[in-house]
């Protein structure tokens, strides 16, 4: 590749995407962005680095993780930057993985409403109340929460 491609400095492609330089690394450190040293061993990226950064905050701004985000890259071809199509594409499991968090937040909206709401403290009628904890036999975490 030639210099020239790659002529973005650290500082503008971080003040163009509004993160930090050290979001940069990080990106780069997790394999989401590659850089590229000149004579001065200083970072260049690329043009196309712009929109995978855009990506990549739009991602986590709906919750996904940046493990699934460098997945969803590597599954293009050439770990090229995604296009308009390529969006579509990826969206798609991105949407499954909304969908199933959202039904689980409805779910927790709706078991923890009343129990707030009512104000009976009763440990007979709460559907959190765990005597003797009862429910470390199903697993750990919120386990009512996670039944389907």
Known sequence: MKLEEANLSVGFVAKRCGVKVSTLHFYEEKGLIKSWRNQGNQRRYKRDVLRRIAVIKAAQKIGIKLDDIKQTFADL??????????????????????????????????????????????????????????????????VILDRD
């Open 77 to 142: 071809p050439n770990e090229r930057t995604p296009c308009k199509g390529d969006w579509a594409n990826l969206s798609v499991n991105w949407q499954k993985q909304l969908d199933a968090r959202i039904a689980y937040m409805q779910k927790l909206r709706d078991s923890v409403t009343g129990c707030i709401g009512c104000g009976c403290l009763s440990m007979e009628n709460c559907p959190i109340y765990n005597p003797e904890d009862e429910l470390a036999q199903e697993g750990t975490g919120a």
